[in-house]
Nanobody
């Protein structure tokens, strides 16, 4: 059974930092790309970042580029999202997802096969 489990969400002040993790079980991630998505209340889910499991190449939305970094630990079968300089508009439920995606599909939610349950990130003073 494939499972993606996110962890690390919480409450942080504006300007603060937080690191999320996404642990994958039941799946050989070779050849997969993994993505981070987020959904704020009343909004559609939006693409945040992605990484190729094999080559480690990363991709970011314009809204987080320069502030967020995604990376993976192959030994732990885990992906991470390091979030710095957090803003109130980063408040959302963050999800990790994966699939055998081509580059042009990274920002297409429907192309991801497996999803985690999400973790809440709240940026507030």
């Amino acid at each position: 059974q494939v499972q993606l489990v996110e962890a690390g969400g919480g409450l942080v002040q504006p300007g603060g930092a937080l690191t999320l993790s996404c642990a994958a079980t039941g799946l050989n991630l070779s050849g997969y790309r993994l993505g981070w998505w987020r959904q704020a209340p009343g909004m559609d889910r939006e693409f945040v970042a992605a990484i190729g499991w094999n080559d480690g190449r990363t991709y970011y939305s314009d809204s987080v580029k320069g502030r967020f970094t995604t990376f993976r630990d192959k030994a732990k079968n885990t992906m991470y999202l390091q979030m710095n300089s957090l803003k109130s508009e980063d408040t959302a439920v963050y999800y990790c997802a994966t699939g055998r995606l081509i580059l042009s599909s990274l920002r297409n939610e429907a192309q991801y096969t497996y999803w985690g349950q999400g973790t809440q990130v709240t940026v507030s003073s």
